[in-house]
């Protein structure tokens, strides 16, 4: 049995090399500093599910590599079944964590995107990734280790390419091939869940030229590597989670994303997967994020859910029956199950790989990031606007004023409603945190951009297909095609 | 080989007894008058494509009866990729025929809701309709005839249930059941596609206490049946079917929706499979609608492809590039993916019934069915915003003044741009069609509406669930229920 | 007293020369003809508005040239409260006739964007085309005519400018300048309410650099002028204009727009108004576009106001409260109000000219032309959604199956509800003509597209102002301007 | 010159006796308190518009009692164009502040309030109410004062009115009428602005019967009257402000919210405008939120400007032209205008009260708060889109982390883009401070929820008139009116 405990995760966790910062302070410990136990205690919660009944076929599934029961964040996706259960996982890690837990989901597509680029440079170029990746596979599998995935550079300037920049470490690059493996510079951005991870799985970016070939790369590596150094980014109310009380309402779960900066890290060959195969570094991405903008519709579902529920506890805490809302809860659930359906229909849709990799239906999956960039929005404005004035901001005094010796009676009399005061101030902090707080994932950018999900969209369109339908419909002979562009 | 050609299925509709009127005239030949050939014609592509290798996976398939190829709309679903096939196929007939071929589809989620429903009545109460329905259903096959579907009732005052009704015969009901059958009395309206078919499947409606039980009736009848009278509702620009050129350009498909009259019909018993078992009505009401819900995305999504190709041609017709409208053309597409999506999701969510057949995903058959009720006329808004203002109206000159021979060579003249005028006109009035015209379906009702859809997202909705996992999250221990009613 | 009764309109009508065709046939009457009686009956209401009490303000106004009490349609717009007056006229008619009434306001912005634009060209160039103007003006405030306007050229392929067309007719244009007058040739096309319409006022295109300046033409002419020939457009359902009964329910309004084609026609110097100035076009046309986006916002208001009274009169002819579609019909008043509060707001915030006349804001105006072309198809959505199947698509037997002999009684029994059938069926036709029938005008594309729109929207919008607001907000003080463009 | 100078404002607020709390610390100075100075910040720079040529005319007016130059703040709305510039002014106050400056519109919009319905008692009941405010009044302008105003009762459960809660104290209330005025208990909670304010007008809540008459109560006060404890609420990453740096990147702007706790407050009669007098209660709370609505779609307009500069300046940041971001801007700007402009002609279309106030029209007033509670929230959405990820949550290292000895240089290098690493945090921080930080208003609820804006359209959408438009257009003579209510 492949799968750990909450405990025995920790316990691993707790024994990396310290080399995350935040606030200018070293995080000694991520499971017990308060600005990461939080998302630990997330993700510790994604092993208890593997190994609790009622979640587990959600969260394990059995190796195609052992035969193994291990954790499904550690599997390949072998079919529309594979893939639609992974958007019901990720909707049931927020039911369980309130917020995202990158600290597993962006490996998972990583080491199943490069499971499929690998098959096929080897199959073309001769190369032994594949063999790589399935060997270091198992071992992550043996050890349930969590792998977080790492794929944004800093970019600098958007109008120039990784060759040209004024900086080059601006894009993560190769600078050295030894014979056991190969040193890398600069940096990944925005790294989500590394606090809470072991290994962190690297994924190169995509549009690359050949002279940008040195930025082709892919590799994983443990956490506390040598040369690798992480800052934390902050997040609304981070501070917040330093303090006692229920000002951050979510004990269970938390969200980190980190800045990762390499310093010529050393990484043996058997960890890397590409190196400078720069005709393979789109397909990577490509990959990569389309089970990614499937998932996500889950993810953002399971969000909105909460805030469904949450929305539904405010009401009543204020006396008042959820039939005064139901239109409005109504128009929530459409927005959580719109993208968590055409996550499903996307992977529903996909089709198998010669690698045995389940392929998520590109043009569904774009579709579904669009929606992701507008839907939860609206589903968190209408949180708001049933929670009330004390929902909006989180517009009520401190924990330490609720709790106050001198005016601490005044608060509690005056925020008490139907439930209890502390009920109504929790109920209310958990949809600020939601929706305005240290709870708000990065949703919008994760997995790419709307905007680039468009482009996407109008490339998978198939437009020519509906002009001929269209044409055929009127029997239309004329060929009406495409200007050619002006000179 | 149970597949009928096109010739076949038009000869065999030729030879029904007519009883169906318009415009005060009696139809003689559905597949010869100007009011009704267009939707034959679309049905008719329907047999041509179960029997064109290109389609043949889409639209039939294999009896659960026989083990015979049968059309896909004679057939049960079995599973989830027999719902997410049925949606693809009407996305399919859709880019044939241009509009809905509901001479087929509502007795297809008619034959299978009944399946199930038939199923558990005979279970539950020894009744033998289940096997009377598969009776029905080989020869149905065997002749592969198109069955339209009925289900709304006039319903007269909104405000009284069937029983009440001042005009009892407001709802279709039975007034007598004999040894060998039943005499039924009342009215189906707003029938849709009842032109192109061969039989009628008849459904009970939903909500009947035992007081209504005389409504609660199901059972299927060739069209001509005696007794049974048909007249057909118009539709936009309807009289331009029976005017040459192309003002109505697209002439293998059409649409027709009819009111059907029952004075004293009788039905033979081995064709009834409800007579009073007033329980079960509100089952097969759901057991209808729920794979009509999921799949009429499709349809839609096929309107939407159609609206996409025209709106492409209309801007290269007009000498410009689709790149000036790609915001507004990504924008349809994905409405039209997502109308598809849902539609998709929820057939593959569904599960099995021990009857054999597959039953759809409630919650998203639903939401499903409130995007039908708004994302199409995005995207109809925005193939008018595209076609200016040609296509907005179809505003030009009729076929008549195209050609005239006084001042026709003016009205091409100036309708030329990029290509002929001729081209041009038929493909803005190929939006117009589309839009506001004669092959304008009435998806926002047809399954029932957007706002009943509403109410069973709320049931389906599972708001306690959601509460319990927002409580869960902050460790909320009161007990905080909706209030008891106001006396 | 210069204000004539809806009779002396009509007889004027009647007794121009016939030069208007439709169906292949002239027609001999405006007035009487079955396709253009209706919008005459519409236009005939404005002129027994401005003699009603309840309306004289909205549709008359005092004369700049003469003191006397004119028709607004004829007048010229000196300030906010004019403008904003010309908006509640608006909605007021589209109250009155339940469609758009053309045949005079394109008239009157083309008037009022003449005075402007003449005062201009008169100030810099010396010439007097703002005295002719006067002069006709003075004539036909006099005489009380109506006036139709008329901008939209065919263009042609629209990747080339006029003079650069392969046949240079496709944008109306001067062929030759006389010492009396000039010859112009061309078209203009989909010309609201000519068929209502004494006379029609041309105005130019814009973008027309001086190869263009054949086409920087303006003039007005009586509509039965030598040389003249106008085809009526169809629009949807507009057969039903010349059958017996309600399938069209309106018989005081209508709607018409005609294609124009001007063969060699002589306009006498008195009436020009632009000849050659192509400089001076696009301020023609900006002065013309502003007041005609700020007030469309009335017009769509008003049909909105329709939708919501026969929503609700259809819901209680089903013998329902409102009070179930409550939320629905909120969000049709909501609509209505957005569009013809912006047009307001770009009235109120307007300047005035140094002509005298009003300018509307322009960033308002054409905010407002975006709005118009989304919102009001929302409320058609909703007033479908509300109307249920009957009104979605008019899904009823014909006026004449209604009657009928034979079958008519049951056709009259399955559609009564609480009201009589008659009146339900004239509410659902309605519903039917405003949302998909012969009563939907061209608001997406008169007065230009939303996308032209969207254009102004962004040159107005003042960008490097915002910019400027938030660098001071942050005390920012590097130079981050827009980069050059690539090479 | 009444006009006091942004010092003279801080010194007088610096005087103020000190009773604000907040994370159990008293504020000694809100001037200087960290989480008081930056609203009194943005508040000062409110009297330096009134002296500053450029905003003068927006931020100052003539007084109706006095003739002198005074606060726009302190005045009475005589006019449209009062209430137009008074949507201008709140407009300018974001672009200046970047946030709400809500210490002086509540009190405005309540003195405004009571001075029509204080005219509208005295005439009725014979009371000196108006008197008693000129006096106030004028003293206030005299003295150039900030005045807030608190209308929000805590409410407890909102099943029961005020005199049937179980804590009589949850809303504001007489306990003791005194012949020299009167004394209060309760609370008003999330009331904007209080820091830098240096009296607080108190407003009644609405809905009051002849029971809850102890409720209707309404007064001014010194903010540091005694028996008044003020306790700051919360708000998201407010303990940022008390940190070096530019994570709060604004210092010139800033927004508190207060609970005010009254135990027994003397407010002598001088300073009572309504005491029992419950029939006007309702008035009161009208008249109030009216201009409130209308005007808070220039607040919102003005916040959505910055997030237009601020998107720009993103963009450019990255070193990409703002052309690939213009279809985003432009809806951007749509939003920013359409609330704008519906309070514009809110303001243009109300009417004159006897008193010398100018009414707001109901209708758009209240469509203009239900467009506050959806457009500026896609605004937000579409400024973390351009954003891309930084800007999305902020999702940068802390200041401290950038200029950390050890490792700010990296966090420095790869936070360049195309300006300087500190511009580009800078710019990205204002963008999580306008849409998830402390510069977030409570806008969706404040001046009452969109909910009940609802239902004030419904009361003003004057449907039974709309009725009578559609049946006059299809003559129908039938009388279909609402069905009796069941029993």
Redesign the interface.
Known sequence: MALKTPEQYKQALSKLKPNM????QLIEDTTTNPHTKGTVAGHAQLYAAALDPEYADLFSTTSILTGDKVSRYLAINQS?EDM?TNCKMKRAAY?L??TCTGGRCAGYNGLNSMWITTYEMDKELGTDYHERLKTWLRYAQDNDITVSGAL?D???????PPSQQE?L??NLHIVEVKDNGIVVRG?K??ICGTAAAQEIFILPGAGYKESDQDYAVSFVIPKDIEGL?I??????????EAEEG??V?????GIT?A?L?F?DVFVPKERVFMCKEFKYAGAAVMNFIMPYRAAIGGCVAGQG??M???A??IV???????RVV?????QM??NN??T??????????GKKHPSGAWLTDP??AN??K??V??LP??T??IA??IS???G???????Y??FI?P??GH??Q????????AE?RV??A??I?WLT??AG???C???GG???GA?LM??LN?G?E???????R????E?D????A??K
Chains 1, 2, 3, 4 share one sequence.
């Open positions: 910062y935040k606030f200018g529309a639609i039911h964590t309130g944004t800093p970019k600098g300037n958007r109008a120039f900086d470490d601006m940096a951005v925005m150094m800052v934390e980014a902050r997040h609304p109310s981070d501070t917040r229920f000002d309402p979510v004990k269970i779960g994303q800045y900066f310093e859910d909460l469904c529920g949450a539904a506890l009543r805490a204020n006396g008042l029956s959820t139901n239109e409005r809860l109504i659930y459409i199950e719109t968590f359906a055409v996550g499903v229909a996307a992977s529903a849709l043009m569904l579709v579904n669009i929606h960039g507008t929005y609206d968190k404005r708001q606007d009330g004035g004390i909006e901001t989180g517009c009520m005094p401190s330490v004023d106050d001198k005016y005044l608060v009399k005056y925020l008490k409603a139907s439930s209890t009920s929790k109920i902090r958990l600020e305005l707080g708000v994932p990065g919008m950018h994760g951009s709307p905007e468009k969209v109008r369109s437009i297909t509906s002009v001929a339908y269209a044409k419909l009127i029997e239309l004329e009406i095609s495409e200007p562009p002006k």
